[in-house]
Nanobody, 126 residues
Framework: QVQLVESGGGQVQAGGSLRLSCAAS????????MGWFRQAPGKERELVAA???????FHADSVKGRFTISRDNAKNTLYLQINSLKPEDTAVYYC????????????????????WGQGTQVTVSS
């Protein structure tokens, strides 16, 4: 059974930093593209950042320069380093795993991700 477990969320002040982690099990981690999605109340779930099995990354314009996605295949763990947090970053952040080419950028559609974590809350106060 595939499991994705997020951690590292919490309450932080604007301008602060946070590092989210996603521990994966039950799958060959290195063979999957991984992504971070977030969903704020009343809004659609959006892709924040993604990384292919080959290490190619994508970052949404809204977070570019502040968020950095990375992975450690030896630890079966996905990370999201978040800097310069803004109140609008407040959301539940979800880790997801899906199939994608290792030779190109990671998939950007949520439909390409078949496994999902339970989410971790990030709350940014001003």
């Amino acid at each position: 059974q595939v499991q994705l477990v997020e951690s590292g969320g919490g309450q932080v002040q604007a301008g602060g930093s946070l590092r989210l982690s996603c521990a994966a099990s039950g799958l060959t981690f290195g063979n999957y593209a991984m992504g971070w999605f977030r969903q704020a109340p009343g809004k659609e779930r959006e892709l924040v950042a993604a990384i292919s099995s080959g290490g190619h990354t994508f970052h949404a314009d809204s977070v570019k320069g502040r968020f950095t996605i990375s992975r450690d295949n030896a630890k079966n763990t996905l990370y999201l380093q978040i800097n310069s947090l803004k109140p609008e970053d407040t959301a539940v952040y979800y880790c997801a795993a899906g199939r994608g080419s290792m030779y190109s950028g990671p998939p950007r559609s949520s439909l390409s991700y078949e496994y999902w974590g339970q989410g971790t809350q990030v709350t940014v106060s001003s």
